[in-house]
């Protein structure tokens, strides 16, 4: 069955870089949009960024452009989530999530969330 | 960006009850709407698509209406397992904003 597993979460200083992963399983992966899309402690969902099936598209939130970069190797079926210039505020559960066409909205499987603590 | 608005922001009810979720876009969005259900420490899953559209699996007891800018949720015969906060999305364009939630408690 579609099985989404986030890697690489932790705590890190404000103003360094993480990077997340999300290894995917169960579906062929090269055929499917991917998201990230993150919760902060008390707060509600967050879009973040999304890549085409083929990664000829990305698009990102206004939050986290210019910071933060969506990359996908559909050889080795994983989603990335590189995280720069990192701020107190980016903590938060972040969440993979499997979009049900090549770059749709829709997120139909969702990873069970990477922890981001970022603190000095 | 397109700003998507719940109301209520939190709700209480009993189970057997019936309640109902609005959520507007602050432009049409056709029907380029979903729902999700979350849960603490749960991944977020997947309700209704397309405003209208039961995902595969999920109990029939949840049905989404609207088109353009007002949408609604609602869930009968509240079974314990439904008490949770609950958003819409909009994916007509991006960034696919989300409403800022519904928390759903029990009375």
């Known amino acids: 069955q579609e099985q989404l597993v986030e890697s690489g979460g932790g705590v890190v200083q404000p103003g360094r870089s993480l990077r997340l992963s999300c290894a995917a399983s169960g579906f062929t992966f090269s055929s499917y949009g991917m998201h990230w899309v993150r919760q902060a402690p008390g707060k509600g969902l967050e879009w973040l960024a999304v890549?085409?099936?083929?990664?000829?598209?990305?698009?990102?939130g206004d939050s986290v452009k210019g910071r933060f970069s969506i990359s996908r190797d559909n050889s080795g079926n994983t989603l990335y989530l590189q995280m720069d210039r990192l701020r107190v505020e980016d903590t938060a559960f972040y969440y993979c999530a499997r979009s049900v066409d090549f770059g749709a909205g829709t997120c139909d499987y969702w990873g069970q969330g990477a922890l981001v603590t970022v603190s000095s | 960006d397109i700003q998507m608005t719940q109301s209520p922001s939190s709700l209480s009810a009993s189970v057997g009850d019936s309640v109902t979720i609005t959520c507007r876009a602050s432009?049409?969005?056709?029907?380029?709407l979903n729902w999700y259900q979350k849960k603490p420490g749960k991944a977020p899953n997947l309700l209704i698509h397309?405003?209208?559209s039961l995902q595969s699996g999920v109990p029939s007891r949840f049905s989404g209406s609207g088109s353009g800018t007002d949408f609604t949720l609602t869930i009968s015969s509240l079974q314990p397992e439904d008490f949770a906060t609950y958003y819409c999305?909009?994916?007509?364009?991006?960034?696919?904003?989300f409403g800022q939630g519904t928390k759903l408690e029990i009375k």
């Open positions: 432009q049409s969005i056709s029907d380029y």
């Open positions: 397309d405003a209208s």
């Open positions: 999305q909009q994916s007509y364009s991006i960034p696919y904003t």
């Open positions: 890549i085409w099936s083929d990664g000829s598209n990305i698009y990102y």
